[in-house]
């Protein structure tokens, strides 16, 4: 099952993804808890946030049924070890087994987490490579063809908020390794998307500075401080100051903006993230 952009579920006799709406956000809601029941409460407020009809818990086992009959028809497995071992009911809720099904998200996840043992001892090529290899996984917006409410729009969000974080955490790996070009672009377009986001914007000034494009380094500054006032009252922080100041002096941009794992870095990074919640 992918989730890392639109929902698609395969098996060996085709597609699994359902066509019908609700059922493949049940699915996806499903597939997004991965080895955690499901309360049917919570299917209720996924499926119907202001109230649920009357006809609420008939509906959802219906959906269940036709989700199980779908698994079974493109697995080759008899409804009863569908139901038995892969689309359970357990107590007043379902829960998807992930021994049954490989999640894209999850692989995301053990790349991520290798590259970070990687950034940990100091092999940059190794999680630059690893970071790459994760994010090659997306193929757009997570969960783009689900008609999503609120248990699934915080999934994600989450979702979203790690991508951008192991995206700033890929360009720091590769700053690390003295590849500054390779970034620029990307850097370039991830501020113009996100214009809150201070590590992202001091990850760009320290590419500009080390390039040999002061000036424009200078500028990103001063843009981003003019959002912070303008939109949420703040200055930028301490880290972001420091910086502007080593490049107005002229210095060598410090480490602490490119190399993962760095105080520094996550500081700015959650600042960063906290701002993308306010209005543009």
Same mark, same amino acid.
């Given at each position: 099952?992918?989730l890392?952009?639109?929902?698609e ?11 019908a ?11 997004v ?8 409460? %919570? ?8 109230? !649920?009809?009357?006809? @609420? #818990?008939?509906?959802? $086992?219906?959906? *269940?049924?036709?989700l199980?009959?779908?698994l ?17 009911t ?47 996984l997306?193929?757009?917006p ?19 908020? %790690? ?8 360009? !720091?790996?590769?700053? @690390? #390794?003295?590849?500054? $070009?390779d970034? *620029? ?5 991830l ?15 320290t590419?500009?500075?080390?390039c040999?494009?002061r ?13 912070l ?8 922080a ?40 306010r209005?543009?």
């Amino acid at each position: 099952m992918q989730l890392l952009g639109h929902f698609e579920a395969s098996a060996a006799h085709g597609s699994a993804t359902p066509s019908a709406p609700k059922v493949r956000q049940v699915l996806a809601l499903l597939a997004v808890h991965a080895d955690q029941v499901v309360p049917v409460s %919570s299917i209720f407020r996924e499926l119907w946030p202001e109230d !649920a009809p009357r006809t @609420a #818990l008939r509906t959802v $086992q219906t959906y *269940l049924g036709q989700l199980r009959k779908l698994l079974s028809d493109t697995t080759g497995l008899p409804s009863a070890a569908v139901a038995e071992d892969m689309l359970v009911t357990e107590g007043r809720g379902y829960m998807l087994r992930s021994t049954a099904i490989s999640l894209d998200s999850q692989d995301f996840e053990r790349l991520v987490n290798r590259a970070r043992s990687a950034a940990t001892v100091q092999d940059h090529a190794k999680a630059a490579m690893l970071f790459t290899q994760a994010l090659a996984l997306w193929r757009g917006p997570a969960l783009a063809n689900v008609q999503a409410g609120p248990l699934l729009h915080t999934h994600i969000d989450r979702l979203e908020e %790690s991508r951008l974080s192991v995206v700033e955490q890929w360009i !720091a790996a590769k700053l @690390a #390794l003295q590849q500054h $070009q390779d970034v *620029l672009s990307d850097l370039t377009a991830l501020v113009a998307q996100h214009p809150l986001n201070e590590c992202l914007h001091a990850q760009l000034m320290t590419v500009l500075h080390r390039c040999g494009r002061r000036a424009s380094a200078l500028e990103v500054y001063q843009q981003l401080r003019t959002r912070l006032i303008e939109h949420i009252g703040l200055e930028p922080a301490s880290h972001v100051k420091a910086l502007q100041q080593v490049i107005l002096a002229g210095d060598h941009a410090p480490d602490t903006v490119t190399a993962f794992g760095t105080g520094a870095a996550r500081k700015l990074a959650d600042r960063g993230q906290r701002g993308l919640a306010r209005p543009a």
